[in-house]
């Protein structure tokens, strides 16, 4: 009858009990504006794949751009490689996404892109040796 009597006081004797007031308030978030933007920058594994898709799609727009340049000056074996590697990447960029949309199930989608790779690898190996530039 007491400890009813304590809970409708407002002190709670009880230290398993729930009530709120006995809450450690150093827990609690607030989640205002002001204080959110106190708050310091979560890390998470979206922060990183999201780096690894912006450096991927830099990378493309630089080939991209070295394409018509290195057209215009491959007169020796080095940038004639380079103008060789900038082709295949593009290409490896183009289906890459193709193989992001079109193929669901992850597993598959990761062995499809590895053995891309793998084939874009060896066409690379073998115009490089085609062209006589080794």
Known sequence: MQKDANKT????????????NLLD????ISFSPLEGSVISKRVSALTKESSKIKMFELSQ???????????L???NSLTT???IFSV????Y????????????????????????????????KETVLLLNLV
């Open 9 to 20: 006081g407002g002190e709670v004797s009880d230290k398993h009990s729930l009530e709120p």
């Open 25 to 28: 308030v150093k827990n609690v």
């Open 61 to 71: 727009k630089i080939t991209f751009a070295l394409i018509p340049a290195l057209l």
């Open 73 to 75: 000056v491959s007169k």
């Open 81 to 83: 490689s380079l103008l």
């Open 88 to 91: 295949y990447w593009q290409i």
């Open 93 to 124: 960029g183009f289906f890459k996404e193709i193989f992001l949309d079109y193929v669901h199930h992850e597993l598959t989608r990761k062995w499809v892109l590895i053995y891309f790779q793998l084939l874009l690898l060896i066409l690379g």
